[in-house]
């Protein structure tokens, strides 16, 4: 009897203690990973950036001069006005999105073909669509050189010119970035409530009366959806820049995710520490929206639990 | 419905709609008529300027031969496949741990965990570049296929797991309940009862991982160096380089690019939909 206990209780203590242990065993892989790769290299990036490292030589403790540095640097400006550009310009892709989204919301023959021909540039890669319109662009052989012809602006380049450069990207950013918000309405718009549209129509609401009182607050969780991915994506914009101007002329389309690589990983220097400050900056901007996000996610949890 | 069905309303308003809609496509898909039309041309049409008329010849497929045998077309291809299809498997099955751990089991860290997972997902590629390309370089898997793909696996992680977890939850728990009553074990509840529903998840969490890997452009360029471990999209961006005014080269190499994603799209729509809208309707 006694040579079997040592084993019942240990059975009873991995039967006991089974519900307690199994989430870290199943959790270890994927959060030893992710804590690797994603979580210590933000806390190592904002190490980096109070220090002067070529990435080769011994690093230099240099407190807050690279920041100090940022704010006298002309480039971080520009740069930084640019991703505003973005974050405003980019946002048209939700009303439009919405837009089409209604107007393809019908049933009529071949519409569901039509529907994915209109997702589809959303699954191109952005290489692919920066090179077309960057192909688009071009002042004598591009597309739509002849339309420039036609409004006196022969020759004109677009992603050239340091007023236009950033628009153009931009522009052609929105291309895929519309593809996305479209997606996102046409689920929400799937998934009304069809009494209350009903109900409205009953008590005489039509056209946007009904859109904006009845509809609009029933997508609201893919407007919320659409503009945390474009905010993001204009955040993010770093293919886009590269493929088409590479930050020019003179770095009057460059966005800090650019900037940033610019300084610390190309021809231009090595300077990793500038190069992390900026990152930084970048990461803090994104944070108020990720810590946003969050909060919200937060709270249908608690409403779910209740 | 909203708006209110075609089919109800004036037979001028149903004959206007049929006319537009084709219409509307067909403006929205002027780039992709742009890079189609162009890949069938030759040199010299590109040089006299004839973007949109009729093609002088038929050329696709001595472009399609050009672009496979003068550049590493194949081969970042091939590196892309190689790239893209450990990532979405490793990723996908961390995350069906990672996810059921969070969905099932009630621990203090629980939801700081999953909230970790979803910030890390959101956070500017820039902020990790540095670190990564050194962690890389000291485990020595820079400028190979593996360290890309490590890589991809960890942070795709983040993204799977807010997926699958909210998947999971969404399951009805008696299943779960009543496997432990009969004294199944954790290991088996998981391996026996979640796996197999979660497979639409799974499904869905492949398209959207495959094209997100596939066209990543940001780690190829700071992971990656030289052509034998490039994946396409990288490649593409140095041919650019090389053919500067060749469009018609330029196009069939884009459409090559863009194939495997578009390809995947169509087969898996509904999957791929319900990935990227996972929130729309609930969240």
Redesign the interface.
Known sequence: MELNNPKAKRITWWQKN???I???I??A???I??S???????F???G?SFYQWD?LSPSIYVGLQNYIELLDDEYFYISLWNNLKWLIFFMLAVPIGLGLA??L????FG?RL?K??????F???????G???T??YQP????I?PFLNFIGLEGFSILANENTATYGIIFAGL?PQIA?CL???L???N??N?EQ?EAGRMDGAKGFH??WNI?LPQLR??TF?AIVVTV?GA??S??MV??MTQGGPYGYSNV??YY??EQ??SEYGYR?GY??A???V??TI?MF??LF??YR??R??REDNN | ???T???QRPIVNQYI??IF??I??II?????F??LMTSIRGLGD??A?N??GIPSEFLLFSNLYDVFTNTPMIKYTLNSFKVTIPTMLGAVA??C??G???A??K?KT??I?F??????N??????????????TFKIGLYNTITGLV??H???Q??FC?LFMRNFIKALPQELIEAARMDGA???RI?WKIILPLTRPAIAALCVLIF?FI??D??WA??LIQGDHAMPI??G??SL?GQWI?A?HL?STG?IV??IP??I???LM?KH??AG??L?????
């Open positions: 089974q519900i307690k199994s989430p870290w199943f959790l892989p994927g959060l990973f992710f690797i790769y994603v979580i210590a290299p933000i190592v990036s904002i980096i990435g209604i107007f919301n019908q049933i009529v519409i039509i994915s021909l209109f997702f589809f540039p699954v191109i890669s952005q290489v692919v669509i090179l077309i319109f192909w688009f004598n052989y591009g597309v050189a291309y996305y997606i996102l309405y689920t929400g718009l998934n009304i069809p549209i009904l859109f509809v969780h893919a959806l993001i955040l993010r770093f293919d590269a493929i800090l995710a940033m690589f610390a990983l990793m190069g992390s900026i990152a930084t970048l990461f994104m929206y990720i996000f969050i996610m937060y249908n949890e | 419905m909203f708006p069905p075609i089919h709609y049929k809609l084709p509307s496509l929205w898909l002027i780039p992709i742009g890079i590109i040089t300027g973007m949109w961390l995350s741990m990672t059921f751990a969070l099932n089991y621990f629980n939801l965990i909230f970790i997972f979803i910030a890390g959101f956070v500017p590629f820039q902020i990790l570049m540095i670190p990564v390309r050194d962690l490590l890589f696996v960890a942070f992680t983040g797991t074990s954790e290991f998981f094209t596939w066209n452009y940001f360029t700071v999209t990288a593409l961006k650019n005014t469009y330029l884009s690019a863009a994603p578009v995947m799209f169509f729509q791929f939909i990227l809208t929130g729309a309707t609930k969240g």
